[in-house]
T-cell receptor
Framework: GAVVSQHPSWVICKSGTSVKIECRSL??????MFWYRQFPKQSLMLMAT?????????EQGVEKDKFLINHASLTLSTLTVTSAHPEDSSFYIC??????????FGSGTRLTVV | AQKVTQAQTEISVVEKEDVTLDCVYE???????LFWYKQPPSGELVFLIR??????QNEISGRYSWNFQKSTSSFNFTITASQVVDSAVYFC???????????????FGAGTQVVVTP
């Protein structure tokens, strides 16, 4: 089946620094990737949708200048949390999809900002 | 707009008891998919089932079973003879868009924490 690799699985960073999370589809071309955020004991909320080669579409309330999404190739999307603050501490999970082949979730990244 | 409601925040059972998780959804689309995912403490989402809106047949997979009732917009999930390893958060999810850009886009419910004690 389709495999999506997400790295890192966890990261601790200092407040004010930036963190990059990678989402790679290993055995299929992901025309679309989705980024979700999950705060502790809450549900997964869609942050943004990215299509290869175009700008991401952000959900209402998600700061596009803070959460930079790049989908430069059909196998890689990155989410960069810029100037991270403790309130950005969360579980971030990506989903890679191909209309013909299906979709798969990454294993998630637990971000802790101290 | 689509919405998924899981009214049960947490369910605690003793091993071997059955547990049923409720899921009610709202959508304007006639074509949509419903899902159940398991999320253990490690965080990854474990796919359990996908059901399309035209298939109302109930499904059984081992100790898991699902009851899809379009008339009540419900897609309930039952774990029979629960085990400690079933302890996790379970999410019901809806995917309604059928464009290439939205394939794989989910609306998740709030999740139900299942605690199974020996």
């Amino acid at each position: 089946g389709a495999v999506v690799s997400q790295h890192p699985s966890w990261v601790i960073c200092k407040s004010g620094t930036s963190v990059k999370i990678e989402c790679r589809s290993l055995d299929f071309q992901a025309t679309t990737m989705f980024w979700y955020r999950q705060f502790p004991k809450q549900s997964l909320m869609l942050m943004a949708t990215s299509n290869e080669g175009s700008k991401a579409t952000y959900e209402q309330g998600v700061e596009k200048d803070k959460f930079l999404i790049n989908h430069a190739s059909l196998t890689l999307s990155t989410l960069t949390v810029t100037s991270a603050h403790p309130e950005d501490s969360s579980f971030y999970i990506c989903s890679a999809s191909n209309f013909l082949l299906g979709y798969t979730f990454g294993s998630g990244t637990r971000l802790t900002v101290v | 707009a689509q919405k998924v409601t899981q009214a049960q925040t947490e369910i605690s059972v003793v091993e071997k008891e059955d547990v049923t998780l409720d899921c009610v959804y709202e959508t304007r689309d006639t074509t949509y998919y419903l899902f159940w995912y398991k999320q253990p403490p490690s965080g990854e989402l474990v796919f359990l089932i996908r059901r399309n809106s035209f298939d109302e047949q109930n499904e059984i997979s081992g100790r898991y079973s699902w009851n899809f009732q379009k008339s009540t917009s419900s897609f309930n999930f039952t774990i029979t003879a629960s085990q400690v390893v079933d302890s996790a958060v379970y999410f019901c999810a809806l995917s309604e868009a059928w464009t290439t850009d939205s394939w794989g886009k989910f609306q998740f419910g709030a999740g139900t924490q299942v605690v199974v004690t020996p």
